[in-house]
Each structure stands twice: as C-alpha cells, then as structure tokens.
T-cell receptor, first 118, second 116 residues
Framework: AQKVTQAQTEISVVEKEDVTLDCVYE???????LFWYKQPPSGELVFLIR??????QNEISGRYSWNFQKSTSSFNFTITASQVVDSAVYFC???????????????FGKGTHLIIQP | EPEVTQTPSHQVTQMGQEVILRCVPI?????FYWYRQILGQKVEFLVS????????KSEIFDDQFSVERPDGSNFTLKIRSTKLEDSAMYFC??????????????FGEGSRLTVL
C-alpha cells in the first residue's frame, strides 16, 4: 500500500521568511514518482514538480527547491523568501508503477495549508 | 496554452438524482483521470482511463460511478444515484502518458457537486 504523510496541517510565516513543507512517503515499489501540487484559493491544482525514485538530485526552480532523500523516504519542499502569493494548500503525492501496467492514480497527502502574512 | 476544461463548475442536485460531470482533456493526451476532494480534505484518486477502458480504479469508485469517452473529445463521470457523501469537488485530469512515464497531470479547475 502507498501512503503519503504531510504532518504539517497549517504553517503561517511572515513574508520573506523561508519555509519548508515536509512530505514522508511509504511504498513497497522500487520504482515510484513523487510530486508536489499547489492548490491556490481559486481551487485548481497546479503541478510544481515530479521526481522519480532513481533521481535523488535536489532541484531548484527560482525560489522553490526540493530535497529528496530516499534514506528517510522524504521529499521536502522549501520556499525561499516567501511571498503572499505563495499562500495556498500544497499537496505531496506519490505514484508507483501499477500491477497491470496501465495508467495509475496518484496518492495524495492531506496537504499543508501555507499562510504567508504580509 | 492548452488546458483541461470541466463543466459544470458547480452543480446542486437532490439525493438520488443522476449527475454527469463533463471534461474535455487536452487534445493530444491519452490518459484520463477523475479525482475528488471532499471539502477541506485530501485529493483522492477515483479512476484512470486509457485506450477506451478503465485502467485502474479506487475503492471509492463503486457501482454508482461510471466513466465514458463518448466521442473524441469528452470524458464524462456519471454518478447514478447521488448520496450526500458524494458532495465534493471533482477534478478531471489528463496526461500524454501515464503518470509513471511522464508524471505531469494537467488538472481541470474542478466541478463542485453539492448533494442536498
């Protein structure tokens, strides 16, 4: 069974602070994929990043960075110099190769509500 | 920029009524999905669809649910007899390849279903 845990239900920081959102996953599969999605107040889900289980290289995209550590089954997301527009719910998700080899579903964590105060 | 579109954006229905939620995936995508999000909770996988058949489905996707790709562009989710607990935001998504191959699911803006 797959599981994604986002232990932080809500985080509130003041603008310009750095903030890290934690994600811990469980899977028995050796090939799997990890994702982060952003859900702003408008409700849509916005893709941020995908990482496969064989690529532990950390990634930076502007103010966003991701730290993937297989040893601790974690895929944490850091926003540097946060801005009010970063306020949203952020979901971590996991996908593993399905037994049938077909299109598979993502297992989402419960999300972390990030509030950036001006 | 191509996008996944969903209609209606909000539907209110009485318990026991049938509901059809419609989605137009991105045109060159081959994999289609429905997810739902009960208010304030996590996003849950319902079903994936490829090559005109269901590829995988979750335990949520029981006999009350069905999906169809009636023509070359639409992808529908039907709830045969709605229950109060079906109230949720339903997201359609599509991808060029399955998530294990390409990873990026493009989500629509969701259809909010309210069952009274």
């Amino acid at each position: 069974a797959q599981k994604v845990t986002q232990a932080q239900t809500e985080i509130s920081v003041v603008e310009k602070e750095d903030v890290t959102l934690d994600c811990v996953y469980e899977t028995r599969d050796t090939t799997y994929y990890l994702f982060w999605y952003k859900q702003p107040p408008s409700g849509e889900l916005v893709f941020l990043i995908r990482r496969n289980s064989f690529d532990e290289q950390n990634e930076i995209s502007g103010r966003y960075s991701w730290n993937f550590q297989k040893s601790t089954s974690s895929f944490n997301f850091t926003i540097t110099a946060s801005q009010v527009v970063d306020s949203a719910v952020y979901f971590c998700a996991l996908s593993a190769r399905p037994r049938g080899g077909g299109a598979d579903g993502l297992t989402f964590g419960k999300g972390t509500h990030l509030i950036i105060q001006p | 920029e191509p996008e996944v579109t969903q209609t209606p954006s909000h539907q209110v229905t009485q318990m026991g009524q049938e509901v059809i939620l419609r989605c137009v995936p991105i045109s060159n995508h081959l994999y289609f999905y429905w997810y739902r999000q009960i208010l304030g909770q996590k996003v849950e996988f319902l079903v994936s669809f490829y090559n005109n058949e269901i590829s995988e489905k979750s335990e949520i996707f029981d006999d009350q649910f069905s999906v169809e790709r009636p023509d070359g562009s639409n992808f529908t989710l039907k709830i045969r007899s709605t229950k109060l607990e079906d109230s949720a935001m339903y997201f359609c998504a599509s991808s060029v390849l399955g998530t294990v191959n390409t990873g990026e699911l493009f989500f629509g803006e969701g259809s909010r279903l309210t069952v009274l």
